[in-house]
């Protein structure tokens, strides 16, 4: 599985790329701490793989890595997807390195 770092995926936001960021978290989640990706909670993702683009990289992410790895896996297996990279350390490691 593909993973980027925190770092690397700031950068690349910074740097305008087409990028679509993905958090899997739940809604309470979200509320209480966020970076503005958008929120698609992990046990409703499968159905609604519309909303997960296939023409661009698609960072997910959740609160350590663990859960966005399950839904990559999942998408991958069911769904076909090539272009899913998970978020190394999740919404945790963004906080410590950009607002800790």
């Known amino acids: 599985m593909e993973t980027i770092t925190v770092q690397e995926l700031k950068a690349k ?8 960021v993905i958090d899997v978290r739940e809604e309470h989640e979200v509320i ?7 929120h698609i909670p992990m046990g409703d993702i499968l159905g609604r793989t519309e909303d997960v683009r296939r023409d661009c990289p698609v960072v997910v992410h959740c609160r350590s890595g663990k859960r ?15 272009n899913l990279i998970n978020l190394d350390g999740g919404v945790l490691a963004w906080h410590e390195a950009f607002e800790g």
């Open 13 to 20: 936001l910074d740097a305008g790329e087409d990028i679509q």
């Open 32 to 38: 209480e701490y966020n970076f503005g990706a958008q």
């Open 68 to 82: 966005s790895a399950a839904v990559i896996s999942a998408l991958e297996q069911k769904h076909d997807y090539t």
